[in-house]
């Protein structure tokens, strides 16, 4: 195998991940063709969004507790320390840490089901991909 993709996957891929069983049939499937770079502003919206009621019913009833989930996501990714901040998405400017840990990992997709993101189509060097697209991208 050649170089391995590196990739951001926005927050709501990883709740994605950690609640929907195809997508994480994807990510393993593609696992080790990929680093997934993540941020300490990333694992801090992930742990705040595995705590909303309907997230961690979802998660309860999948038996996935959400330090189990956390743990998942940090065991799988590597993480970087972005040292330019950007401003980009101006409608949602939360959306712009992604953009930040991409460009701190030098990655070549953002994968996310966010449409701010989605509308930018690419980020410098970086390629803005859903979900789909990326993983049928990584199989096909």
Same mark, same amino acid.
């Given at each position: ?11 709501? $891929?990883? =709740?994605?991940?950690?609640? *929907? +069983?195809?997508? @994480? ?7 080790? *063709? =990929?680093? $997934? ?11 705040? $969004? ?16 959400? +330090?189990?989930?956390? @743990? #998942? =996501? ?5 993480? $970087?320390? &972005? @040292?330019?901040?950007?401003? =980009?998405?101006?409608?949602? &400017? ?13 990655? *070549? ?5 966010? +449409? #701010? ?9 970086? +390629?803005?991909?859903?979900? @789909? ?8």
């Amino acid at each position: 195998m050649g170089k391995k993709v590196k990739v951001v996957f926005d927050t709501n $891929v990883w =709740i994605s991940i950690s609640m *929907n +069983k195809i997508l @994480r049939d994807d990510f393993f499937r593609v696992k080790q *063709n =990929i680093i $997934v770079y993540t941020s300490s502003e990333i694992i801090l919206d992930i742990s705040k $969004v595995l705590l909303y009621p309907k997230i961690a019913a979802t998660l309860g009833k999948a038996n996935t507790i959400d +330090k189990e989930a956390l @743990r #998942h =996501i940090k065991a799988n990714s590597t993480t $970087v320390k &972005p @040292r330019i901040k950007v401003n =980009i998405v101006k409608e949602d &400017p939360e959306d712009n840490k992604i953009l930040e840990c991409a460009l701190a990992a030098g990655a *070549n997709f953002i994968v996310s089901g966010d +449409k #701010h993101l989605q509308e930018l189509g690419k980020y410098k060097k970086t +390629k803005i991909l859903t979900p @789909r697209e990326f993983f049928d991208e990584m199989t096909g």
